[in-house]
């Protein structure tokens, strides 16, 4: 797992600790120490810790013109045990979308498992609500993962899978990657 680091070929266009909007602005990653653990794995020091036990990540690119960002997320989602959802809903998204950010792009690769139960449902259901014909779109879901979101009914606030599940994201500008997204959010919700 340490070797697990988020990307960063767009360092050049967006460092979320150096954005003053962003929720992260002034963290500070240590580039040699190994500061933080999943269970008993050592991950990468350059992840984000938002205050998960199990799942951490990197907010790779926010455009505030265009209102999203792009969120690489690592480990274990777990709210079952450590409610994760709110966390990062309360944490993280709530500042976000008061600096105009109504569109989210969770790149969900290194999520390796999901625990659910239906009291944490609620916060999906809230995110959407306060998005405001935004939306959340979650690519490269593994599919027990995307399986499990499913179960709950977190599909219904989350827009996953099908072509969503295969984006070759690393070779595209954001905001080129964002268009994607956009067009094909836009075309599976019918607006």
Not at 39 to 66: C, R
Request: proline share 3%; charged share 25%; net charge negative.
């Amino acid at each position: 797992m340490h070797t697990l680091e988020p990307y960063y070929n767009w360092r050049n266009l967006y460092i979320a600790s150096e954005d003053p909007r962003s929720p992260f602005f002034g963290y500070e990653n240590s580039e040699v120490y190994f500061t933080d653990q999943i269970y008993n794995y050592l991950i990468h020091p350059q992840w984000d810790n938002f205050g998960s036990e199990t799942l951490y990540l990197k907010v790779l690119f926010a455009d505030y013109n265009q209102g999203f960002a792009i969120i690489e997320m690592l480990g274990e989602w777990n709210d079952l045990l450590h409610n994760d959802i709110m966390t990062l809903k309360r944490d993280v998204i709530e500042m976000m979308i008061s600096e105009g950010i109504n569109k989210y792009i969770l790149i969900c690769e290194q999520v390796f498992n999901f625990h659910s139960d239906l009291d944490s449902v609620d916060y999906y259901e809230e995110w959407q609500d306060e998005l405001e014909e935004g939306w959340i779109a979650v690519l490269n879901t593994r599919e027990h993962v995307l399986a499990e979101m499913s179960k709950f009914g977190i599909d219904h606030y989350l827009v996953m899978g099908g072509k969503l599940n295969d984006v070759s994201w690393r070779t595209k500008h954001p905001k080129i990657l964002f268009s994607l997204i956009d067009e094909q959010v836009t075309r599976r919700l019918g607006w």
